[in-house]
């Protein structure tokens, strides 16, 4: 079963539309092409979303998860609280040592935990009715979820490249980057067993 096209989905679209324009421009009036990088990623994301949308069968959680996933990824660098970039920003110090828990790594949690989702929307074409190897399922979902995950960081890697100034980090923010994404992937299949699976 395939998605129809209802005014849920036209209104998405143009949500994630208009985040694009809108900080797409703010970054490039503020010469913060970094960003400005991220927002042609999430257009091409969005592509793939449309192109493939008639053929992979979209849940309305997995596409609202991915819009708040654009509206916190943008957020997180254009807006400043105190003269600090939202994404900088301890929101709970939780540890002593670590730079924990930051703005950015929410976002790593929500935004792959929609990456997972959106990866079991593609497999679930190809999975057999009542399905009971829950943990074969888990590790190949999330396991492609962080693979998400990594790819992110490869293209953070080539945007710190492409632009030295660039606030991505280092090695331990890479680290913890992955830590969240593991993190979002495994609530994500949560959801999906509570939500979709019959085991």
């Known amino acids: 079963m395939t998605n129809k096209p209802r005014p849920f989905h036209i209104i998405l679209l143009i949500f994630n539309i208009a985040?694009?324009?809108?900080?797409?421009?703010?970054?490039?009036?503020?010469?913060?092409?970094?960003?400005?990088?991220?927002?042609?990623?999430?257009?091409?994301?969005?592509a793939i979303i449309c192109v493939s949308f008639f053929k992979v069968p979209y849940s309305n959680a997995t596409l609202i998860?991915?819009?708040?996933?654009?509206?916190?990824?943008?957020?997180?660098?254009?807006?400043?609280?105190?003269g600090s970039r939202l994404y900088d920003i301890i929101l709970l110090p939780l540890s002593q040592t670590l730079p924990i828990l930051r703005y950015d790594q929410l976002v790593h949690v929500?935004?792959?935990?929609?990456?997972?989702?959106?990866?079991?929307?593609?497999?679930?074409?190809?999975?057999?009715?009542?399905?009971?190897?829950?943990?074969?399922?888990?590790?190949?979902?999330?396991?492609?979820?962080?693979?998400?995950g990594a790819l992110n960081e490869i293209i953070e890697a080539i945007v710190t490249a492409v632009i030295p100034s660039s606030g991505v980090g280092g090695?331990?923010?890479?680290?913890?980057?992955?830590?969240?994404?593991?993190?979002?992937?495994?609530?994500?299949?949560?959801?999906?067993h509570r939500r979709y699976l019959k085991i």
């Open 171 to 192: 090695y331990l923010n890479t680290a913890l980057d992955l830590i969240a994404d593991l993190i979002g992937a495994i609530l994500a299949m949560l959801f999906i």
């Open 65 to 82: 998860a991915l819009t708040f996933w654009t509206f916190l990824h943008v957020s997180g660098g254009a807006i400043y609280l105190n």
């Open 110 to 148: 929500w935004g792959f935990g929609a990456a997972t989702l959106t990866i079991f929307d593609m497999l679930k074409p190809l999975l057999k009715e009542n399905l009971n190897r829950f943990v074969a399922l888990s590790t190949v979902v999330i396991m492609a979820g962080l693979g998400a």
């Open 19 to 46: 985040i694009a324009l809108v900080f797409g421009s703010i970054f490039l009036l503020h010469k913060n092409y970094e960003f400005a990088i991220y927002v042609g990623a999430i257009i091409a994301c969005l």
